[in-house]
């Protein structure tokens, strides 16, 4: 494949009004619930971006009849918990760990086997963290030596065993997958979670008229539970813009002065507002405007205005709130005056890259003292960029984006190797960036 490079010109202001793609946790889920419910389900707002329509096109070769999406629309003609069909070749998953984890749920309870496949990034990923539950549940999986892609999953149709799972890692997919093999138990299945992660399967299957309880067991553990063998009654998604993607705008417009930005619409579902949290303890003059509802999420405009960031402990809680927006925050850090040290978010060494890793080494390349630890980062920042030389971003759309903004605090321009990937979660990247005020070109290298 070709060699998609960004150059970035240093320096620069952000300024305006932007609104960025849907959000894709959301849009995974309406393609999956909408084709396991009675009825039809239309979607607004759906993210064209490829981790999402993998979703999409794994259902279509289940024998889901999908209409679009155009411009973000998506009609999905459900065919109800059992009427999935076998696909005749391995559905590929691409880089989405989501669709993966996912989907594993759902065709565990099947009465097919599938083949689940993926590119080399998520071949390196682990799935013994939904093969553990799901076996425990009677499935009867098989993985690669060292539980990876590809993945068989032999469904027998007969249902699966309820069980109530203490999850080892807080995980929104593993959860989420309990949940979905849970649609398919002969009883309560329950998820306990030893911190707070985003709760859309939860929200979701409750406005497909699903019920799913959850309940906080102390400060940080919550149990959701359903009761298998019900109904899910087709409805209509509006899919709020994608607060991960909003991410890489608002520490773009925090870092860089004479900076004042808006971004529309963003999903401000709490089990993902760790980014604006960390923000404003580092100093972020940013405020939500415009509060609604919208399907169930709430939704606000992120007003937010450059204002000189300070290194900080980062709290653990918010380590799983915030878990996509590392990348970036870690731009954030190497802006701010001091220290920010991340420490519990090991979960990021198995992500589309090994995040700490990758991250360390691409602000190295670029003259931040950057100390990557087993579970986290220490960041000593307040210094310009340089580049010293080009970044890799690993096959990691969000390595891309976040080191595109570090472009913003640099004296070089900076280039960053493989950048095609950017349409994993955020296709529009480029013109909306380039819209709010940065220069950057893709130049086929
Ligand atoms: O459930 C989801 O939609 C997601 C959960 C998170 O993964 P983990 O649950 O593995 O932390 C997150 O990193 C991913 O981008 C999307
Ligand atoms: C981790 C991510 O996604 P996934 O796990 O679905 O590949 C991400 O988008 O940052």
Do not use: W
């Not at 032999?154 to 309820?162: F, M, T, V």
């Not at 939860?202 to 406005?207: F, S, V």
């Not at 290194?311 to 701010?336: K, Q, Y």
């Amino acid at each position: 494949m070709a060699n998609i490079q960004f150059h970035v010109q240093p320096g620069g202001k952000i300024q305006g009004r932007v609104r960025v793609p849907g959000d894709k946790s959301i849009s995974h889920r309406s393609i999956m619930l909408g084709s396991i419910a009675e009825g039809t389900t239309t979607v607004t707002g759906f993210l064209e971006g490829a981790d999402a329509l993998a979703t999409l096109n794994a259902f279509r070769d289940m024998g889901v009849q999908i209409e679009g999406p155009v411009n973000g629309q998506v009609t999905v003609h459900g065919v109800g918990l059992k009427g999935l069909k076998k696909p005749e070749k391995p559905l590929d998953m691409g880089n989405s760990g989501t669709s993966t984890r996912l989907l594993a749920g759902i065709i565990a309870g099947q009465d097919f086997d599938v083949t689940l496949i993926g590119d080399a990034s998520l071949s390196k990923r682990p799935m013994k963290r939904v093969v553990d539950p799901l076996s425990a549940m009677g499935a009867v999986i098989e993985t690669q030596e060292g539980g990876t892609l590809p993945m068989v999953i032999r469904g027998s149709g007969e249902p699966l065993k309820a069980i109530d799972y203490v999850l080892p890692m807080a995980s929104a997919q593993v959860k989420s997958c309990v949940l979905l093999a849970g649609l398919y138990a002969d009883g309560k299945t329950c998820a306990l979670e030893p911190a707070p992660t985003r709760d859309h399967t939860e929200r979701m299957l409750n406005g497909f008229g699903y019920e799913v309880h959850s309940e906080k067991v102390d400060a940080q553990q919550t149990r959701a539970c359903l009761q298998g063998g019900g109904k899910l009654t087709g409805m209509h998604i509006d899919v709020p813009s994608d607060i991960s993607s909003a991410a890489f705008f608002m520490v773009a417009a925090a870092i860089s002065e004479g900076s004042d930005l808006v971004i529309e619409h963003v999903g401000m579902n709490p089990t993902r507002t760790g980014v604006i949290d960390i923000l404003k303890l580092m100093g972020a003059d940013l405020t939500l405007e415009n509060f609604h509802e919208v399907g169930g999420e709430p939704v606000a405009d992120v007003h937010i205005k450059y204002a000189p960031l300070k290194g900080i402990e980062i709290p653990e809680e918010l380590v799983a709130l915030a878990i996509d927006e590392f990348p970036v925050l870690f731009v954030a850090a190497s802006a701010a005056q001091g220290k920010t040290v991340l420490t519990g978010a090991e979960e990021l060494r198995v992500k589309e890259s090994d995040r700490i890793q990758v991250m360390a080494d691409a602000l190295l390349a670029v003259g931040i003292d950057a100390q990557p630890t087993p579970d986290g980062m220490i960041i000593n920042g307040g210094v310009q960029c340089v580049q010293r030389s080009a970044i890799q971003s690993h096959h990691d759309h969000r390595i891309s984006m976040a080191m595109s903004i570090a472009g913003l605090r640099a004296v070089d321009t900076i280039v960053i190797d493989d950048c095609a990937n950017v349409n994993t979660s955020f296709p529009t990247f480029l013109p909306l960036i380039n819209q709010v005020g940065m220069v950057i070109s893709a130049v086929e290298a």
